[in-house]
């Protein structure tokens, strides 16, 4: 065991989400160039995996999602990060999916997990597992921490082991709740000891930044303390080299990979 080389973090692309109006517009006008350019590029930017989100309130998410998994199956392997909160466009995008899969995401909601962890079976997927319930995302670490236990319990009896899951605290914007990243925190070190060997985590980064100044500074300096406590994964964006610095930087310093006076460019 004294050999074993800590895993690098695996990093996926914020990029294609109907959030940002430029991709939201080409979801509307099934423009395969405009997504197929934007997915090359995240994977020359060193994406490991893509995460797909069609953007909240369209009536089309089931055939928008399909739509933009058959389209970005076709310039990459990369595993695709199915990013929606709805069963439908979930199901959709999951049936669509030729590569690696990785569903984002179930909460603890009975329904959810019912609906989620079958499909993650049969289908061979990674599952994001989204601390938080009915009653939305709990205030502290501990009631994290108690939530992501009962999806590790759930995910077994529907025989999805919990190497397949990632646990993810939930990441609010320090503008809104100043107190969450502290608690972020914690509740990422309490998600280690709930298995052995411990669950992966990941996180949405750059919710941290949302709305706020120095949006980079934030993002990386977060990132930075998350490596610290054991963070496996985590959606940023790719193209802010500077936060990728951060990341090989991490690796460095937690001999995840070995020193070169090169490191940036190795
Ligand atoms: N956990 C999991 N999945 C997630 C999140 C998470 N998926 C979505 C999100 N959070 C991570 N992805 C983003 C994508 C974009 C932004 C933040 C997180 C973002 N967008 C700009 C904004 O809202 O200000 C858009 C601005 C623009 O249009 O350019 O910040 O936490 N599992």
Redesign the pocket.
Same mark, same amino acid.
């Given at each position: 065991m004294g050999h074993d080389v800590p895993n690098k973090m695996l990093v996926i692309s914020?990029?294609l989400?109907g $959030?940002?109006?430029a991709v939201g517009q080409a979801i509307d006008a099934r423009d395969e160039r405009f997504i197929q350019q934007h997915a090359v590029q995240q994977v020359e930017c060193g994406a490991h995996a893509l995460?797909l =989100?069609v953007g909240p309130g369209r009536d089309d998410g089931p055939a928008a999602m399909e739509w933009l998994v058959r389209t970005v199956q076709e310039v990459t392997d990369l595993p695709l990060?199915i990013?929606t909160p709805g069963i439908k466009t979930m199901t959709a995008g999951i049936k669509a999916c030729r590569n690696k899969l990785i569903i =984002?995401?179930t909460t603890a909601e009975m329904k959810k997990m019912q609906a989620l962890f079958p499909l993650a079976r049969e289908h061979d997927a990674d599952v994001?597992c $989204?601390t938080m319930d009915e009653r939305g995302i709990p205030n502290d670490a501990e009631s994290r921490a108690e939530m992501a236990m009962l999806m590790i319990t759930t995910a077994m009896e529907h025989d999805v082991m919990p190497e397949r899951l990632m646990l993810?605290p939930? #990441?609010m914007p320090i503008k809104a709740a100043q107190d969450q990243p502290v608690k972020v925190i914690k509740a990422m070190q309490l998600f280690q000891t709930l298995n052995d060997p411990s669950p992966r985590t990941? #996180?949405? $980064?750059? =919710?941290v930044?949302?709305?706020a100044k120095e949006?980079s500074l934030l993002n990386r300096t977060f990132l930075g303390m998350l490596m610290g406590v054991g963070l496996s994964a985590a959606?940023v964006?790719v193209q802010d080299a500077d936060l990728m610095n951060v990341i090989k930087a991490g690796e460095l310093l937690k001999a995840e990979k070995l020193y070169c006076d090169d490191f940036l460019r190795a």
């Open positions: 914020e990029r989400n $959030l940002f109006t995460d =989100n990060c990013d =984002n995401s994001i $989204l993810d939930l #990441v990941v #996180v949405g $980064l750059s =919710n930044s949302n709305g949006r959606i964006d």
